[in-house]
């Protein structure tokens, strides 16, 4: 079973359209992220929740909005999409405890958006 | 602020030889230390860590890293490479006094390709 799970795996679209990006996790964990990987393969942190709050929100664009309906998803919504969107996103969880930093954040296999 | 730079961009190395992936970081309060492997096409998996104690960690398929606090450097290392180490590597840091609902803040390098040659 996969930890992590993504979908679309693979995404084409227009410039101009919005698109959403769907991430279920179950391992139970509490904390959950989106990654944006660009073209030149840097990782860089987007958001974060914590039992469905947002706590990270790293300046990106307002046309990228977070939902995250249970502890278990968080999905990410873009729209007008833009050229520069175009990047691998990846989804990730850890179970967080309180004061200590040490688990492991478990990451999706990602999902190839190509704005066209 | 934490930066992490993974100083080579490609590594080819021929199969059964050893390999040293180098990463320095910057950071001006205390670390976590991490690498992670990513294949072709999929997502990031975690190879190792480095949270306290030994500074000699121990990760998946073989590899081992150092942590060098003097150096600040974590560097990724196998003795004997396979066809299936191929693959892209990233060095990443987390500040442990984050508070816990920071810790998913991981600050990446720019990953370094490992390609073994038969």
């Known amino acids: 079973d996969t930890a992590v799970s993504q979908t679309p795996k693979y995404l084409v679209t227009q410039m101009g359209n919005d698109k959403s990006i769907k991430c279920e996790q179950n391992?139970?964990?509490?904390?959950m992220y989106w990654y944006k990987q660009d073209s030149k393969k840097f990782l860089k942190i987007m958001f974060s929740?914590?039992?469905?709050?947002?706590?990270i929100n790293e300046t990106v664009p307002n046309r990228f909005s977070p939902k995250s309906p249970d502890k278990a998803h968080l999905n990410l919504h873009i729209n007008s999409l833009e050229l520069g969107d175009s990047a691998v996103y990846f989804c990730a969880s850890a179970r967080t405890l309180v004061g200590q930093g040490r688990n492991t954040i478990y990451f999706g296999e990602g999902s190839w958006l190509t704005v066209v | 602020a934490q930066s992490v730079t993974q100083l080579d961009s490609q590594v080819p190395v021929f199969e059964e030889a050893p390999v040293e992936l180098r990463c320095n970081y910057s950071?001006?309060?205390?670390?976590?230390l991490f690498w992670y492997v990513q294949y072709p096409n999929q997502g990031l998996q975690l190879l190792l860590k480095?949270?306290?104690?030994?500074?000699l960690v121990k990760g998946i398929n073989g590899f081992e890293a150092e942590f060098n606090k003097s150096q600040t450097s974590f560097h990724l290392r196998k003795p004997s490479v396979h066809i299936s180490d191929t693959a892209e590597y990233f060095c990443?840091?987390?500040?442990?006094?984050?508070?816990?609902?920071?810790?998913?803040?991981?600050?990446f390098g720019q990953g370094t390709i490992l390609t073994v040659h038969p």
């Open positions: 480095y949270l306290s104690g030994s500074t």
């Open positions: 929740y914590n039992n469905k709050e947002l706590i």
């Open positions: 391992l139970g964990h509490d904390t």
């Open positions: 950071s001006s309060v205390s670390v976590y």
């Open positions: 990443a840091v987390s500040d442990p006094n984050a508070g816990g609902t920071s810790y998913g803040k991981l600050t």
